[in-house]
């Protein structure tokens, strides 16, 4: 029978050192590196050796030679040199020391990571976390690159240099920035400060527009009582008579294109005593190519305008006869609007049907009649006075 355990022929009789010798019980087909196995309780058989990196497993009751290692487990193994293989699978295991892939890859669908050190580490391909890795802590990290994905949430954490987005977006439901600086923001979204500050340093906030008639609106959406509200805070521990603590300056270009300011509305402080406060609004407006006070209104309510308003009307003038007043008169109690328009004392407004009072001509012309009464009561005492009456 093949590969049994049996005598081998040494003729029709045996001497006492053929007997003994070692020759005399062989396997069938014997060969070196062949072993010895008893494939039941009453027999021996061979089992012929394995080829070169074979290893010897059980398979069936039986020994049997394997080229892989199937359920195999290696119990606090010392595992030392360089291991060469290719699809090794090895499974929860801890290292003692460290482990070194040299300029080769470690790689897997699912590669984990559990509670360990990782230094050094280059990822030529996706790093993916698995949505079960919850809470994975990263400890003063250092990303160089570019960091390509979708749906990253970031604790909170501090940049040692600048963040680059290039073209994409950073977004975000509740984004904060706590601290830094950014250059060049464009927002789609809303932006909810959350009673935080802008804070522009020694230079100005600027809004930038380039839509028609738009520019920096605030919306009151709390549905009270008191609507939206712009503040102006001066904070100041020196404050002195004629500071404008507060103003709106108005800038545009001038005929030749250079920009020129238009308007100013000053806020001056008057008085600066304790308890005895007073300030003044001042408008300037552009008037003949210079920046002309054209009305202060003092804290008192003593309301003054510019007494010169361009034009060579004189008080007296107005009036040049008493019979003015009458037409005057006429015009007023018939409603005549256009006749003081065409007197200057009234101007139409640019749509509707109403009218603008100009109140220095009215002043003016008030004037005149006061002068032009004076005149002819004085002519009539005198004439009063030749009648002997």
Same mark, same amino acid.
Request: aromatic share 6%.
């Given at each position: 029978?093949?590969?049994?355990?049996?005598?081998?022929?040494?003729?029709?009789?045996?001497?006492?050192?053929?007997?003994?010798?070692?020759?005399?019980?062989? #396997?069938?087909?014997?060969?070196?590196?062949?072993?010895?196995?008893?494939?039941? *309780?009453?027999?021996?058989?061979?089992?012929?050796?394995?080829?070169?990196?074979?290893?010897?497993?059980?398979?069936?009751?039986?020994?049997?030679? *394997?080229?892989?290692?199937?359920?195999?487990?290696?119990?606090?193994?010392?595992?030392?040199?360089? %291991?060469?293989?290719?699809?090794?699978?090895?499974?929860?295991? $801890?290292?003692?020391?460290?482990?070194?892939?040299?300029?080769?890859?470690?790689?897997?669908?699912? #590669?984990?990571?559990?509670?360990?050190?990782?230094? *050094?580490?280059?990822?030529?391909?996706?790093?993916?976390?698995?949505?079960?890795?919850?809470?994975?802590?990263? $400890?003063?990290?250092?990303?160089?690159?570019?960091?390509?994905?979708?749906?990253?949430?970031?604790?909170?954490?501090?940049? @040692?240099?600048? &963040?680059?987005?290039?073209?994409?977006?950073?977004?975000?439901?509740?984004?904060? %920035?706590?601290?830094?600086?950014?250059?060049?923001?464009? &927002?789609?979204?809303?932006?909810? &400060? @959350?009673?935080?500050? #802008?804070?522009?340093?020694?230079?100005?906030?600027?809004?930038? $527009?380039?839509?028609?008639?738009?520019?920096?609106?605030?919306?009151?959406?709390?549905?009270?009582?008191?609507?939206?509200?712009?503040?102006?805070?001066?904070?100041?521990?020196?404050?002195?008579?004629?500071?404008? *603590?507060?103003?709106?300056? +108005?800038?545009?270009?001038?005929?030749?294109?250079?920009?020129?300011?238009?308007?100013?509305?000053?806020?001056?402080?008057?008085?600066?005593?304790?308890?005895?406060?007073?300030?003044?609004?001042?408008?300037?407006?552009?008037?003949? @190519?210079?920046?002309?006070?054209?009305?202060?209104?003092?804290?008192?309510?003593?309301?003054?305008?510019?007494?010169?308003?361009?034009?060579?009307?004189?008080?007296?003038? +107005? #009036?040049?006869?008493?019979?003015?007043? +009458? %037409? +005057?008169?006429?015009?007023?109690?018939?409603?005549?609007?256009?006749?003081?328009?065409?007197?200057?004392?009234?101007?139409?407004?640019?749509?509707?049907?109403?009218?603008?009072?100009?109140?220095?001509?009215?002043?003016?012309? &008030?004037?005149?009649?006061?002068?032009?009464?004076?005149?002819?009561?004085?002519?009539?005492?005198?004439?009063?006075?030749?009648?002997?009456?």
């Amino acid at each position: 029978m093949s590969n049994e355990f049996k005598h081998d022929s040494v003729g029709g009789e045996l001497s006492r050192a053929e007997w003994e010798a070692i020759g005399t019980h062989v #396997f069938n087909n014997q060969a070196i590196g062949d072993l010895a196995y008893a494939p039941s *309780a009453t027999q021996l058989s061979r089992l012929p050796i394995g080829i070169a990196n074979q290893v010897l497993q059980t398979a069936g009751g039986i020994p049997t030679w *394997a080229s892989t290692l199937a359920g195999l487990t290696l119990t606090s193994p010392n595992i030392n040199g360089v %291991i060469g293989t290719t699809g090794l699978t090895i499974p929860a295991f $801890t290292l003692s020391g460290k482990l070194t892939a040299g300029a080769s890859e470690i790689e897997g669908s699912a #590669f984990d990571i559990d509670g360990g050190d990782i230094s *050094a580490v280059t990822i030529s391909g996706d790093l993916t976390w698995n949505v079960a890795q919850t809470g994975v802590t990263l $400890t003063a990290p250092a990303i160089n690159g570019i960091v390509t994905t979708t749906g990253l949430t970031i604790p909170a954490f501090t940049l @040692g240099g600048k &963040l680059t987005a290039g073209a994409s977006e950073i977004e975000g439901s509740a984004f904060d %920035i706590n601290g830094g600086t950014m250059a060049g923001v464009t &927002l789609d979204g809303t932006l909810t &400060l @959350g009673g935080q500050v #802008f804070d522009a340093g020694a230079g100005k906030a600027t809004i930038n $527009t380039t839509g028609a008639g738009v520019g920096a609106i605030i919306v009151a959406t709390n549905n009270t009582s008191n609507g939206a509200t712009l503040e102006l805070e001066t904070i100041s521990t020196s404050i002195a008579v004629a500071d404008n *603590a507060w103003r709106y300056n +108005l800038w545009g270009n001038d005929g030749a294109g250079v920009r020129a300011l238009w308007s100013q509305w000053l806020f001056r402080l008057t008085n600066v005593g304790n308890g005895t406060e007073a300030m003044e609004w001042r408008v300037n407006l552009m008037n003949a @190519g210079a920046v002309n006070d054209a009305m202060i209104l003092s804290g008192a309510g003593g309301l003054s305008v510019d007494a010169d308003i361009g034009t060579a009307d004189d008080p007296v003038a +107005l #009036f040049d006869s008493f019979d003015d007043a +009458l %037409i +005057l008169r006429q015009g007023i109690q018939q409603g005549n609007r256009e006749l003081l328009v065409d007197m200057g004392v009234f101007t139409k407004k640019d749509t509707g049907s109403g009218y603008m009072m100009n109140i220095q001509p009215m002043t003016r012309l &008030l004037a005149g009649g006061i002068y032009q009464n004076r005149a002819k009561v004085d002519d009539i005492e005198e004439r009063l006075s030749k009648a002997g009456i």
